[in-house]
């Protein structure tokens, strides 16, 4: 079993930047697919971006893409998500998951679980 645990979170203005982290714990980590997700108050939880096992590939929610990037070092059990340009849309709280499938390709959706915490983001206006 895998432990994650979100950081980085945090009140920024809107156009501003923040970066979270996703620490690793237990099993191995760079056997996975590693994800990122959000919920928004009232709102379901929805896909953000996910990065292979090697880093090779990235895959984004169209809502993100262009300003936020996934990344992850293998030899610290880290994955990060450098998001700019926020937007009051962004306001959620996000969270780092595991995929439970060992594939090269890009995990599915809901194959992805172990989750963390969460980090509250916050976007003014």
């Known amino acids: 079993q895998v432990q994650l645990v979100e950081s980085g979170g945090g009140l920024v203005q809107a156009g501003g930047s923040l970066r979270l982290s996703c620490a690793a714990s237990g099993r191995t980590f760079n056997n996975y697919g590693m994800g990122w997700f959000r919920q928004a108050p009232g709102k379901e939880r929805e896909f953000v971006a996910s990065?292979?096992?090697?880093?090779?590939?990235?895959y984004y929610a169209d809502s993100v893409k262009g300003r936020f990037i996934i990344s992850r070092d293998n030899a610290k059990n880290m994955m990060d998500l450098q998001m700019n340009s926020l937007k009051p849309e962004d306001t959620a709280v996000y969270y780092c998951?595991?995929?439970?499938?060992?594939?090269?390709?890009?995990?599915?959706?809901?194959?992805?679980?172990?989750w963390g915490q969460g980090t509250q983001v916050t976007v003014s206006s």
């Open positions: 990065i292979t096992w090697n880093g090779g590939s990235t």
């Open positions: 998951a595991q995929c439970r499938l060992i594939i090269a390709t890009r995990c599915p959706t809901a194959a992805f679980g172990s």
